[in-house]
C-alpha cells in the first residue's frame, strides 16, 4: 500500500480528522459543555435519595469515587492526546489489545449508554411530576419517559452543531440550582437530619462499596469529549483540558450539593422521595415556590444530560463500524451535517424498552438500571486505564521524564484500583447481568468476522511487505502500536459493498505523539 493511500485513510477516518463530508464543530466551552452536561444529568438530583438507606456514610463513599474519577478523568486526558479519535474507549482498547478488546469496549459502553439513559429518563420523570401526573399513575409515567427520550433524539438528528448549541445552553441553566445547594443549602444543614451515621446495616466497608457503586453513576460521562474527539476541534488540546475541567467543577458542585441536601432534608424524608433537591429548597424558604424553581432547572439539566448521551449513544458504534467491528449501518451518515442516524434511533429505541420494562417490573427502578449502567461502564474505563499502564511500562521511559513516568503509572493504576473496586461494590446480581448483557456482543463479533472472512491469526500468512512495497521501517517508540498486525497480517481486501477499515490507529498516535 502506498505512502499516499494511508495518507487519505488516516484523513477519511474516525481520528484526528472528522469523519468524511464533516468537519470539526465543536471548540473547548462546547467540548467542556458535553463533558459537564453528560456527568450532570437528573441522576445527581435523584442521588441523595438514592444514597439515603447508607446514610451519611455515602458521603465517605463520594469523596473516594470522586478522588477515583478524577484519576480516570486525568487517564483519559492522557491517552486523547496520544490518540485523538472518536471512539475514546473503544479506540484506545483496540490499539493496545487488538480488536476483539476494542468491540467488547465499544460493545459495553454502547450498553452503558443507552441504559444510562433510561436511568437518567426514570429520574427526570421524578421531577416533570412535581408539576403534572403528582398521583404518579405509571402509565402516564412512562409517556413522560418516552417523550423525554424522543426530544433528545430529534435534536440530535438535526445535527452537531445544533446539539453542541443545546448542550451549552442547558449546561449554563443547570449550574443554577446546583451552585445554589452547594453554597446557600449549606447555611442551612441541620446535624439532626442526616440520622444514623450508616444506617445500612453492613459493615463500613460494605456500606462505602455499596454507596460507591451507585454514586459512580454521577460521574458516568467523564469520557464524553474523548468519544467525540474527532469532532472537537483541536483534539489533542481541547479534549484533555474539556474531560479534567469538567470533571474537576462538576466534582465539587456534587460533594457540597449532596451534603446540603442531607442536611436539610431528614433521612426519613429523604429516602421516599422522588425529588429530593425540590425538597430541600422547599425546607428552607417554605412554600413550594423555591422548589419548584429547582424542579425546573432539574428538567432542563435531564434534557441536556440526554442530549449528550444520545450523541455518545450514536458516535462509539459509529466509531466501531467503520472499523468493521460494528455492523455497517452504524456506520451511514445521514444530512449536511453527518449525522449517525441509525446510531440515534436504534439506541433511543433500546432505552425506550428497558424503560418500560423497568417501570413494569421493578419498583426501585432508578438503582436497577443505575447499577447496570455503572458495571457496563466500569469495564471500559478498566481497559482504557488498562491501555494507558500498558503503554507506559512499555513506552514512557522512550519519551517521558522519570518523575512524570511515575506519577502517570500512579494515577493509571489508581484509575485502574478504582475500576475492580466499582465492580465488586455493583453486587453479585447486578455482576450477573451484566457479563450475561456484555456476551450477547459475542454473536454480534461471530457475524463481523464471519462476513469479513477471518479467523484468528493465519499462521503461515506472508509478511505484509509481500502485498505490496515495502513501507519505511516504524520508529521503535510507537506509542502502544499494534506491531503484531502490522508485521505479520496482510492487509485484505474487504468484502464488496462494504468501506475499508477506516482507522490505522498506530499512525495517528505517532503522528500526534512523536
Known sequence: MSATTRGSERADGPGAAPPPGTRPTLGLPAASA???????????????SALAPYGPISLV?????????????????????RVPASG????????AFGEFAG????????????????????????????????GHRKGISILIALAGLWIPAAINLTGVRNTGVFQVVTTVLKFVPLVFMATVGLLFIDAGNFGSFNASGQSAL????????IALFSYLGLEAASVVAGRVREPGRNVPRATVYGTLACAVIYILGTLAVFGTVSNGELRSSTAPFTDAA??????TWAGNAVAVAAIISGIGALNGWTMLSAEMPYAAARDGLFPQTFARLRGPGGVPAFGIVASTVLASLITVFSYTRFDDVFTKIVLLSVLTAVIPYLFSAAAQLYWLLLRGRETLSGRRLARDVTVSALAMAFSYWSIQGSGYQTVYYGLFVLLLGLPVYIWLKRDRGEFGEPADAPPAAASGPAPAPEPAAEGGARAPETRTRPRRT?????????????????????
Open 34 to 48: 458535553l463533558v459537564i452536561g453528560s456527568i450532570i444529568g437528573t441522576g445527581v438530583f435523584a442521588l441523595p
Open 61 to 81: 463513599a463520594f469523596g473516594a469515587v470522586t478522588l477515583g474519577a478524577l484519576a480516570l478523568a486525568l487517564t483519559f486526558g492522557a491517552l486523547s492526546k
Open 88 to 95: 475514546g474507549p473503544y479506540v484506545y482498547a483496540r490499539q
Open 103 to 134: 468491540f467488547l469496549n465499544a460493545w459495553s459502553y454502547w450498553i452503558t449508554a443507552w441504559a444510562g439513559n433510561a436511568a437518567i429518563v426514570v429520574a427526570w420523570v421524578g421531577y416533570v411530576e412535581v408539576f403534572v401526573n403528582t
Open 206 to 213: 460494605g456500606a462505602i462499596s455499596a454507596a460507591a457503586a
Open 282 to 287: 422547599n425546607n428552607i424558604f417554605g412554600g
Open 494 to 514: 474487504p468484502p464488496r459493498g462494504r468501506p475499508a477499515p477506516a482507522t490505522d490507529v498506530s499512525r495517528i498516535t505517532r503522528r500526534h505523539h512523536d
